[in-house]
T-cell receptor, first 111, second 114 residues
């Protein structure tokens, strides 16, 4: 069964450092998303991406965040200068028509 | 704007008992509704979804949910709980273009008592 793959599963970084979270969406999907889940809180939408551009972003997705689809398979989330409050589980998702399929997440810890 | 309310952040049921997880939504447009399950240290797995048609939808692992427009509800049920059902369950809503973002509820942690 096709699945969304995220790497790494865990990432530890120092405050102020740049991190790149990587995702390989399901191959025939057209829409791509990043969500995050701070420990004990709800899953929050960050950004959606379609046709090589951002289609929607939340207030969380400020200038420190960026997304890219550098080739036909990868979808990345970059945080330029991490803050303590960026510590969370980050989920990538993709969809074709209805229903998002999520990866298993990257646990980001900012020290 | 859309929102989801899940009543009960923690629910405990005995093995073999009925599971009922409550979800109410608010949406200015006809919604699509979803239930996702998250097992410990794993991602979100789609359990079931309502888009159009039959209001009672069946999902994986014996779960089902009924869309009740008059009550703005989409409660998740399973007739007989198994130990393996212990997980966090999230209700979510989106608009009807299909590719719209999901808005999640705060989740309900289901514990199964042996």
């Amino acid at each position: 069964e096709p699945e969304v793959t995220q790497t790494p599963s865990h990432q530890v970084t120092q405050m102020g450092q740049e991190v790149i979270l990587r995702c390989v969406p399901i191959s025939n999907h057209l829409y791509f998303y990043w969500y995050r889940q701070i420990l004990g809180q709800k899953v929050e939408f960050l950004v959606s991406f379609y046709n090589n551009e951002i289609s929607e972003k939340s207030e969380i997705f400020d200038d420190q965040f960026s997304v890219e689809r550098p080739d036909g398979s990868n979808f990345t989330l970059k945080i330029r200068s991490t803050k303590l409050e960026d510590s969370a589980m980050y989920f990538c998702a993709s969809s074709y028509i209805t229903g998002l399929f999520f990866g298993s997440g990257t646990q980001l810890s900012v020290l | 704007a859309q929102s989801v309310t899940q009543l009960g952040s923690h629910v405990s049921v005995s093995e073999g008992a009925l599971v009922l997880l409550r979800c109410n939504y608010s949406s200015s447009v006809p919604p699509y509704l979803f239930w996702y399950v998250q097992y410990p240290n794993q991602g979100l797995q789609l359990l079931l979804k309502y888009t159009t048609g039959a209001t009672l939808v069946k999902g994986i692992n014996g779960f089902e949910a009924e869309f009740k427009k008059s009550e703005t509800s989409f409660h998740l049920t399973k007739p007989s709980a198994h130990m393996s059902d212990a997980a966090e369950y999230f209700c979510a809503v989106s608009g009807r273009s299909g590719n719209e973002k999901l808005t999640f509820g705060t989740g309900t942690r289901l514990t199964i008592i042996p």
